[in-house]
């Protein structure tokens, strides 16, 4: 039984690889075309390029990606410095409890 | 650890420092920020923790001097935000003076705040050294 | 057929491969993180434009900026993609320590000899 289990895991990741490469490779914008997102019948333009055309004179940063983590997306980095805590706090615990247990 | 190990990292340890300062407060204007550069300074500290051992390196930076830096970190995060409340609008919201586009001291309080960030990875990175490695 | 999406989807096969087939903890954990690091891949070359240039002011793009605005690639996804590589590193750390503990009080690393519930 182990013999047929690994040549069926062996299928199905092959399987799984193939599918993912032709679907990544026939996405509707081709590779290279950044403004253009195609939604239905209409092409819009996309939050990015809003991001570029008003980022440096609204907050006076010359790098654009930094004033989009603080300034446009504050609330998603304040989150990540709790998650941050939150597992120093946990890998604390975890070795506390260990050398307890000893 | 041999002789050459050590005294390579003593010599080494001061520009790597200065490097991961660097990264952290020109964070608006190239490339990096507070969480690359928090994480070249732990870098350094590790690196001495490597040639050393462990209980030197206790010796000069204690656990609970290292949770203190976690804690300073988070408090200027949050000082900041409720800065912006009572001065301005909203949480976080920018009050300070913005400068030239491209000097140091523009972009009104985002150098702050990747200082907090800064100190705040810092310190994790530290702690999770000193958790694993001290049986 | 371009050669970001490619090896992204190798990178996210080769994760995949890896968790379904090794028989060590710590094996486990690198096969995530690989895994992570494929995502993360084609997360970026999704905003990529033809002859772009970094999102990012230098001295000689400050007097014109519209034809700044017109020349970078996507700055979004970056900004996303750097908040998930600090939160990869909690989990990786998360999960370190929790296997530590389980060979301590185990003495074993195979996740199939961990599965009784008190020894």
């Given amino acids: ?102 | 650890m041999t002789i050459i190990v050590r005294t390579t990292s003593r010599l080494l340890f001061p520009f790597i420092f200065l490097f991961g300062v660097y990264i952290v407060l020109h964070g608006h204007l190239t490339p990096g920020g507070g969480f690359p550069g928090g994480v070249i300074i732990a870098a350094s500290v590790v690196m001495l923790i490597l040639a050393y051992g462990i209980e030197r390196a206790q010796q000069r930076v204690s656990i609970l001097q290292a949770e203190m830096l976690d804690i300073i970190g988070s408090a200027t995060i949050a000082v900041i935000g409720i800065l912006g409340i009572l001065l301005g609008a909203y949480f976080l919201q920018n009050v300070f003076p913005l400068g030239e586009l491209g000097k140091l001291f523009s972009a009104g309080n985002l150098a702050l705040l990747y200082i907090g960030v800064g100190l705040k990875v810092t310190a994790s990175i530290l702690l999770i050294f000193y958790a694993m490695l001290s049986d | 057929m371009s050669l970001n999406y490619v090896i992204a989807m190798l990178l996210i096969t080769l994760g995949l491969y890896c968790l379904l087939f090794k028989r060590n903890l710590i094996k486990l954990i690198i096969g995530l993180s690989v895994m992570t690091d494929g995502i993360h891949l084609f997360l970026i070359s999704m905003g990529y434009r033809t002859g772009g240039i970094a999102p990012i002011v230098t001295g000689e793009s400050t007097s014109n900026l519209p034809n700044f605005a017109s020349r970078a690639v996507d700055p979004l996804p970056q900004a996303l993609v750097l908040t998930s590589i600090v939160i990869n590193i909690c989990i990786t750390a998360m999960a370190l320590s929790l296997s530590i503990y389980a060979y301590r009080h185990y003495g074993t690393l195979d996740p199939s000899k961990i599965r009784r519930l008190s020894e």
């Fill in chain 1, 1 to 102: 039984m182990e013999k047929v289990q690994r040549a069926l895991a062996l299928v199905l990741v092959i399987a799984v690889g193939v599918f993912l490469t032709l679907t990544a490779s026939s996405i509707e914008p081709p590779f290279g075309s950044f403004p253009l997102r195609q939604v239905g019948t209409e092409i819009e333009t996309s939050v990015g390029q809003q991001y570029l055309e008003n980022a440096p004179q609204q907050t006076g940063a010359a790098n654009v990606v930094t004033s989009i983590v603080w300034g446009y997306r504050g609330y998603d980095t304040l989150g990540e410095s709790t998650v941050l805590f939150t597992a120093v706090v946990g890998v604390l615990m975890a070795f506390r409890a260990m050398r307890r247990n000893e």
